[in-house]
């Protein structure tokens, strides 16, 4: 298997512009979930699916995102429109049965800057 | 609520030196305890996992860790370290439950000296 796919894996973009991350979970896993890591923050969950539909969005930060799972093989996560303090390295992952009592396998993430 | 701390930010060691990364865990019930790492440019790896049964738990690239309810911890150990363990190590604890959220350290950096 692949793992999980995340794309881009670098964005760089100017305030105000719309940003669309990407990210194909690993097939046959039924939970998907975006995180956000800065040296500020840590590692930070920002929603999570279960057979594509958004089980908890608490951690989105703002109107400004949102995101997206289509099908069980494509999620995105979308910004607009951006700012500079939203520049971070952001993660998918995914895991097979579950959040609290399943290993989760991480993409190897984008890093967003925006200027 | 569950939580976790991790007390020491930056840990430095020698190359062939024993290694332990501690993680002290919040939790009323029987917690469910990760370690992850995360090289550099990458994404967290799952490096071991502890739900029930022996306290001592053998993970991948000969870690180990130890569940010890009584002092709330659950601290990562390696008899000797190699140049390429340095990265990010991540305790994380779960509360059990299928959807119930898993909650990660702040990590702690590990540097290895030739």
């Known amino acids: 298997d692949a793992g999980v796919i995340q794309s881009p894996r670098h964005e760089v973009t100017e305030m105000g512009q719309e940003v669309t991350l990407r990210c194909k979970p690993i097939?046959?896993?039924?939970?998907l979930f975006w995180y956000r890591q800065t040296m500020m923050r840590g590692l930070e969950l920002l929603i999570y699916?279960?057979?594509?539909?958004?089980?908890?969005d608490s951690g989105m930060p703002e109107d400004r995102f949102s995101a997206k799972m289509p099908n069980a093989s494509f999620s995105t996560l979308k910004i607009q429109p951006s700012e500079p303090r939203d520049s971070a390295v952001y993660f998918c992952?995914?895991?097979?049965?579950?959040?609290?009592?399943?290993?989760?396998?991480f993409g190897p993430g984008t890093r967003l800057t925006v200027l | 609520a569950q939580s976790v701390t991790q007390p020491d930010i930056h840990i430095t060691v020698s190359e062939g030196a024993s290694l332990e990364l501690r993680c002290n865990y919040s939790y009323g019930a029987t917690p469910y305890l990760f370690w992850y790492v995360q090289s550099p440019g990458q994404g967290l790896q799952l490096l071991l996992k502890?739900?029930?049964?022996?306290?001592l738990v053998q993970g991948i690239k000969g870690f180990e860790a130890e569940f010890k309810r009584s002092q709330s911890s659950f601290n990562l150990r390696k008899p000797s370290v190699h140049w390429s363990d340095a990265a990010e190590y991540f305790c994380?604890?779960?509360?059990?439950?299928?959807?119930?959220?898993?909650?990660f350290g702040k990590g702690t950096r590990l540097h290895i000296l030739p």
């Open positions: 992952a995914s895991s097979l049965l579950g959040w609290g009592t399943d290993t989760q396998y």
């Open positions: 699916f279960n057979n594509n539909v958004p089980i908890d």
């Open positions: 994380a604890v779960g509360a059990g439950n299928r959807d119930d959220k898993i909650i």
């Open positions: 502890y739900f029930s049964g022996d306290t």
């Open positions: 097939s046959g896993h039924d939970y």
